[in-house]
């Protein structure tokens, strides 16, 4: 090789005296996962190609043709034309590759002044996350959407609601839906203040001291759209916080996720009742023919573990890594990648599990008051009548106990045989009807309060489409 050894789809090779042996280069090789940057790449390797025309070290007619060469590049990538070769070692290696083959080594060798894949490929990977940050976005807004609509409907229907999983006290079934929307929201939340953090340009950086060029880090930041350029070029090439703070929210929505499907899985059995699977949302065995099974809700909730390891292998990957740049650090995408296509598998499948459930109400409230789940309501009106809680905790317990001897409803019971406080009026207050209407409260589960929480959910929704 004439030019040295610097070998077709790789970026060095002048101080070698041999290639990469086979097991080296399939160990460094990279193009399996990484070529999801290379529209990203090119995205930055024109805006480095500008930073270079501004320093004065290319010319008008040597970056047009540059440009021209990165677009053509792009429009092959875009149609799959291209495609990385077995030679490759990495996204850049092929994109550089590509581009001399179109406008020759004396162009297409000058684009890497003062740019190191270390800076790049930080650059490249904040890119492609923050736009796959609002597909997400959208994603989720869109369960959200399907939530609420079903919360709506039964924002006035009660339903029992549990702790431990044992009937703890009354709800209405919309309050059940609507409390799935305020983690997604959270999620929308995190995932708005991440993106303002994440729009930092690494380029300009170079390896790690920064360019000695002349390359304005702020002007290409400018041009690539982000919010703001690097502080410190050694932190620039190496942080990933964002990979971890970005795998931690899909983590997070995984869990969310999961919490969810594990109830569709609990609503939709044979003692539960309280939901139909939409056909098309559901699947059937290969021996039992009656059987309909919850696999969205469970495989939603099975992928979160996938969710949580793609976040546990970054972050384990990270801890103790020397600076600057190690080669570890290319461990950071696949991980990040699994994650996103988990999680872009799961949403749109959750969304339309939810949006197609047909709930019945009249199963779900039938045990409201079942497993005494108004002897709360019996303690607060003796509260309200004088008597201190701790007293009032121990005269309703005495009734509850009363009815289970009797085998009875707690209303059933004769209280003032319990305790002379309670006096017939007492029965007033064991209703599912008044339990509700005693909670309008500001996120209370009184059928207005469930409908106004619903409103205002709808209304922060907003904001993120
Ligand atoms: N494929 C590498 C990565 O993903 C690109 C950076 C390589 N840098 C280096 N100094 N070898 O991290």
């Not at 004396?106 to 940050?133: E, F, K, P, Y």
Request: glycine content about 10%.
């Amino acid at each position: 090789m004439a030019e040295g050894r610097t070998g077709q789809g790789s970026l060095w090779g002048g101080r070698f005296g041999a290639a990469p042996a086979a097991a080296m280069a399939q160990l460094s090789k990279s193009t399996h996962f990484d070529w999801a940057l290379a529209p990203y790449d090119i995205r930055q390797g024109t805006a480095h190609a500008n930073a270079l025309l501004r320093a004065g070290l290319l010319d008008e007619p040597t970056h047009a043709a540059l440009t021209a060469g990165l677009e053509q590049v792009a429009a092959e990538v875009d149609s799959g034309q291209l495609q990385p070769a077995e030679a490759d070692e990495d996204v850049h290696g092929a994109l550089e590759r590509r581009l001399i083959e179109i406008v020759g080594q004396d162009v297409g060798g000058r684009l890497r002044a003062g740019r190191s894949r270390n800076d790049q490929v930080a650059t490249d990977l904040r890119l492609l996350l923050l736009d796959v940050s609002n597909a997400v976005t959208a994603e989720l807004v869109d369960l959200c959407g399907a939530l609420l609509t079903q919360a709506e409907r039964h924002h006035a229907d009660p339903a029992p609601g549990f702790t431990h999983l044992q009937h703890a006290q009354p709800v209405t079934l919309g309050h059940e839906i609507g409390k799935h929307v305020q983690p997604f929201l959270r999620d929308l939340s995190r995932l708005r203040d991440w993106q303002q953090r994440t729009s930092v340009s690494p380029m300009g950086a170079g390896a790690l001291a920064g360019n000695g060029l002349g390359l304005d880090p702020v002007a290409t930041a400018a041009d690539l759209g982000f919010s703001r350029s690097f502080e410190n070029s050694i932190d620039a090439v190496v942080d990933r916080d964002f990979v971890a703070e970005f795998l931690f929210i899909t983590a997070m929505i995984g869990v969310h996720l999961s919490r969810l499907g594990e109830e569709i899985c609990l609503w939709a059995t044979s003692e539960f009742g309280w939901v139909y699977l939409h056909d098309e949302f559901s699947t059937g065995s290969s021996i039992m023919p009656q059987k309909k099974n919850p696999d969205s809700a469970e495989l939603a909730r099975g992928k979160s573990g996938r969710l949580i390891g793609d976040l546990v292998s970054v972050l384990t990957m990270l801890k103790g890594l020397p600076f600057a740049y190690n080669r570890d650090l290319q461990e950071d995408k696949e991980p990040v990648f699994d994650a996103i296509a988990t999680l872009r598998l799961v949403l749109p499948a959750m969304t339309g599990t939810v949006a197609t459930l047909r709930f019945r109400p009249e199963v779900a409230g039938a045990g409201t008051a079942d497993g005494h789940s108004l002897a709360t309501e019996l303690a607060d009106w003796l509260v309200r009548q004088g008597m201190p809680f701790r007293q009032a905790h121990e005269v309703s317990g005495r009734a509850v106990k009363a009815a289970d001897e009797a085998g009875v409803q707690l209303w059933e019971v004769d209280l003032p045989a319990v305790d002379p406080a309670l006096t017939p009026r007492a029965v007033e207050a064991l209703s599912v009807d008044a339990a509700l209407a005693a909670r309008g409260h500001p996120g209370g589960t009184a059928p207005e309060s469930v409908a106004r929480q619903l409103k205002q959910a709808r209304e922060a929704l907003e904001q993120y489409r």
